[in-house]
């Protein structure tokens, strides 16, 4: 049913700035032109409308995670050559990242730049500073994904009738609910298997938040004279008997399966990355976290958004000539637990390779922030492991998908 109704397919061609050379060993090589990572951390995470951050707005949190980078790093702000911010729905998003920027004591000179490509967003301002980085047009660039969905929650998108008529249209500006139930019921995923997925998200996020672990990608951030440095979004607790009590939140779309409990919970945060060419790290006595590799973005049906992955993820490896064995971690979205659980049994990958902190179904999922809160987790951990290879992914509202490899250089902790 994929092939039939969930997307075209298409002639795979590696056009991107990716590096040319593929497979594992070609990617393992180092070499002065590659684009690296030097800085890849992550505020706390805050539950929207009742957390930590459910007042502050996204310039602020800038301001402060700026602020925090800075002095954490000690980077000169004046050697920053672009900045690309990836969020979704706050009012002006470049004037305010501008400003909170310029607050922070980044030169007037340094500019910036939003990109807005809803779930994917963090990813993309990422593409958007190594790409840069790659053509030599900048040799260092930051790039941040942020996403106050208290202060600023999804609009309804709006389009004239004549644009609405056509059913990929329509469907295309649904509720991301709506979404998970069509996958959920055509693609038959039942409420049971959505709750077990939901419980293994909640129960790893548990556990890594109490040994410590998120400790490792947070940087703590001063806002308002307190300091914030640990997730208030993860429950404890979780059962499989307490997510099977929990109704429904769409009961007037499909067959009904959607739950607080088996969806991606509705947050407030920041991510940051600084990248470079390795010769300039090297030069400057940077220390190199890991390499960006390539990314790659698709389209599906619309009203199977979720399933995106499923395209996503194979064409990223193809493009870059990689096995799925080859990656030791995958971090997927988990935007509903419908659409994960058809993604990783699709993909047919272990579980164990797969957010084995949890996702954004215990963690929340700040739209913007996502993207770039993928690649600080997922380093963080084959840091742990002392592994290499990083896969992400993500299904993007409307109808799309997003998908990068990292490489991880970081010395084991």
């Known amino acids: 049913m994929l ?20 497979g594992l060993p070609a990617l393992l090589n180092k070499k002065p032109d590659d684009v690296v990572i030097t800085f890849a951390k992550r505020t706390a995470l805050g539950r929207a409308k009742k957390g930590q951050l459910k ?15 800075l002095q954490k790093t000690k980077l000169d702000p004046a050697k920053i050559e672009d900045i690309c911010v990836g969020t979704c729905h706050p009012p002006s998003p470049l004037y305010v990242s501008r400003a909170a920027a310029l607050a922070a004591g980044i030169p007037a000179e340094v500019p910036i730049s939003t990109v807005n490509r809803l779930c994917s967003s963090g990813l993309q301002s990422i ?18 994904g942020v996403e106050s969905m208290t202060l600023n929650p999804r609009p309804t998108p709006q389009v004239v009738e004549a644009v609405s008529q056509n059913a990929q249209a329509h469907d295309c500006t649904q509720p991301m ?18 709750d077990q997925y939901a419980l293994i998200s909640h129960s790893r996020a548990e556990k890594a938040s109490k040994s410590g672990i998120f400790a490792q990608e947070i940087i703590p951030v001063e806002i308002r004279g307190q300091v914030i440095s640990v997730d208030d979004t993860i429950r404890p607790g979780v059962t499989l008997e307490s997510l099977s009590q929990l109704k429904p939140v769409f009961p007037d779309w499909g067959n009904a399966t959607t739950t607080a409990g088996n969806a991606s919970g509705v947050g ?10 390795r010769e300039r790290a090297e030069r400057e006595g940077m220390e190199i976290l890991g390499k960006w590799v390539a990314s790659t973005f698709i389209g599906v049906e619309p009203r199977y958004m979720g399933i995106a992955p499923v395209v996503a993820v194979p064409k990223i490896l193809e493009q870059v000539g990689l ?4 990656v030791d971690v ?13 993604c990783v049994e699709k993909l047919d990958i272990p579980m164990e390779k797969i957010n084995p902190n949890g996702g954004a179904i215990a963690l929340t999922h700040p739209l913007g922030m996502t993207g ?14 002392d592994a290499k290879i990083l896969c992400t992914s993500m299904c993007v509202g409307s109808g799309m998908g997003g998908a990068g490899i990292f490489v991880n250089e970081a010395k084991p902790l």
Not at 62 to 67: T, Y
Not at 127 to 144: F, K
Not at 330 to 342: G, H, L, V
């Open 3 to 22: 092939s039939r109704v969930a997307f075209r397919a298409r002639p795979s061609h590696a056009r991107t700035l990716s590096t040319a050379a593929r």
């Open 55 to 69: 007042d502050v707005p996204v310039d602020e949190l800038m301001h402060a995670l700026f602020k925090a980078t």
């Open 127 to 144: 593409r958007s500073i190594a790409h840069a980085v790659q053509t030599g047009e900048i040799s260092l660039g930051v790039a941040v």
């Open 177 to 194: 609910g709506w979404t998970s139930e069509m996958v959920a019921k055509d693609f038959g995923v039942p409420r049971e298997k959505q």
């Open 268 to 277: 407030d945060g920041a991510a940051i990355c600084i990248l470079t060419t």
């Open 323 to 326: 096995k799925k064995e080859d």
């Open 330 to 342: 995958y971090e997927i979205n988990e935007a509903f637990a419908s659409q994960f659980a058809y």
């Open 372 to 385: 770039t809160r993928q690649v600080v987790t997922g380093l963080a951990e084959l840091r742990r492991r």
